[in-house]
């Protein structure tokens, strides 16, 4: 199975990285990626996916832990933990203070856990469909932590 996909342009939005096609194969080097900023043409954008130029790397090993998060094993899932402190969005009394993360590259899924300090117990802050590491870093703002 590819290491990359074609995105749909409602994927797109301010810091998302895609790569190019170019000869045929997306390029691994730190210069082939490219962030969308909104300076380039959103019909320019579609034309390229069309045609199949553009391509995204799905969620891996190597982007969860480029995040802070510490590889902790393989079963069905990859297993990540990061120790961190964060308030919960909409709370003022429940913060985070571990992360961990499931990620399920067959069905493009992962779970994200938090064990609420103040509440003393593991919560499913996240469970679902991810793509690629912009998504995860997106859902990681959603739940509250900036990294």
């Known amino acids: 199975m590819s290491k990359y996909y074609t995105p749909e342009i409602e994927e797109f939005h301010v810091g998302f990285s895609y790569r190019y096609n170019v000869y045929g194969e997306f390029?691994?080097?730190?210069?082939?990626?490219?962030?969308f900023d909104y300076t380039k043409d959103?019909?320019?954008?579609?034309?390229?996916?069309?045609?199949?130029?553009?391509?995204?790397?799905?969620l891996d090993k190597e982007d969860i832990?480029?995040?802070?998060f510490e590889f902790k094993g393989k079963?069905?899932?990859?297993f990540f933990e990061m120790e961190?402190?964060?308030?919960?969005?909409d709370t003022d009394s429940f913060w985070c203070?571990?992360?961990?993360?499931?990620?399920?590259?067959?069905?493009?899924?992962?779970?994200?856990?938090?064990?609420?300090?103040?509440a003393c117990e593991e919560e499913?802050?996240?469970t679902g469909k991810c793509k690629n590491k912009s998504e995860i870093k997106k859902i990681l703002k959603q739940i509250g932590y900036e990294g």
């Open 124 to 126: 499913v802050l996240f």
């Open 65 to 68: 832990e480029s995040l802070g």
């Open 75 to 78: 079963a069905l899932r990859s």
């Open 97 to 118: 203070k571990t992360l961990k993360i499931q990620l399920d590259e067959k069905y493009k899924t992962v779970k994200i856990e938090g064990y609420i300090a103040s």
């Open 27 to 35: 390029s691994e080097h730190p210069m082939g990626i490219r962030i």
């Open 84 to 89: 961190c402190q964060f308030n919960l969005p």
């Open 42 to 58: 959103l019909n320019e954008i579609k034309s390229e996916i069309k045609t199949g130029c553009l391509g995204v790397k799905y």
